[in-house]
T-cell receptor, first 111, second 116 residues
């Protein structure tokens, strides 16, 4: 079973920031938080990952709480192309282990 | 860099028939995965290869599903005989050599299987 909890769906206005929450209260000290997204009819796409520090790349920012029990993925200026299902996953770092997907959050970006 | 290639993109068969899917991972990627994604759910791992050896096939229904990765490059996933509940998208993914700080998985577009 997935070790994360996410809202089923969210809406966001185009051009605004999209903040996607994820709860992972049972995360262990050596597990990373990964985010993938899946646009309709495509395979999942890696977005970002982090251990305990906040991370930023060209796609998004990842904010992890100090106790590491929850995190938020931020898309700073959402576009219609960001409409997708977003998956929050915890996994061991540096391993070839599985990505255990839950049902994710369906983000709809509206004009 | 070319991505993960899969074929066919779509397949419709009748129950009890057999079907095969093909995957060509990103060049140089040692690890290859097959996932099954049923409508409305996240992908579920079926089998993981490291080069041409199986690392994890605990979720593979071995009475009807089989997979191989000859020469550690391309892979084929077969279902024989198919059941109605096998209707799903079959995703192939690959990732670089182990031991790195993290291993991003790169996914192909998937094969959508419909079993009638």
């Amino acid at each position: 079973d997935a070790k994360t909890t996410q809202p089923t769906s969210m809406d966001c206005a185009e051009g605004r920031a999209a903040n996607l929450p994820c709860n992972h209260s049972t995360i262990s000290g050596n597990e990373y938080v990964y985010w993938y997204r899946q646009i309709h009819s495509q395979g999942p796409q890696y977005i970002i990952h982090g251990l305990k520090n906040n991370e930023t790349n060209e796609m998004a920012s990842l904010i992890i709480t100090e106790d590491r029990k929850s995190s938020t993925l931020i898309l700073p200026h959402a576009t219609l192309r960001d409409t997708a299902v977003y998956y929050c996953i915890v996994r061991l770092g540096g391993s070839q282990g599985n990505l255990i997907f839950g049902k994710g959050t369906k983000l709809s970006v509206k004009p | 860099e070319a991505g993960v290639a899969q074929s066919p993109r779509y397949k419709i068969i009748e129950k009890r028939q057999s079907v095969a899917f093909w995957c060509n991972p990103i060049s140089g990627h040692a690890t290859l995965y097959w996932y099954q994604q049923i409508l409305g759910q996240g992908p579920k791992l079926l089998i993981q290869f490291q080069n041409n050896g199986v690392v994890d096939d605990s979720q593979l229904p071995k009475d009807r599903f089989s997979a191989e990765r000859l020469k550690g490059v391309d892979s084929t996933l077969k279902i024989q005989p198919a059941k109605l509940e096998d209707s799903a998208v079959y995703l192939c993914a690959s990732s670089p050599r182990p031991g790195q700080a993290y291993n991003e998985q790169f996914f192909g577009p998937g094969t959508r299987l419909t079993v009638l």
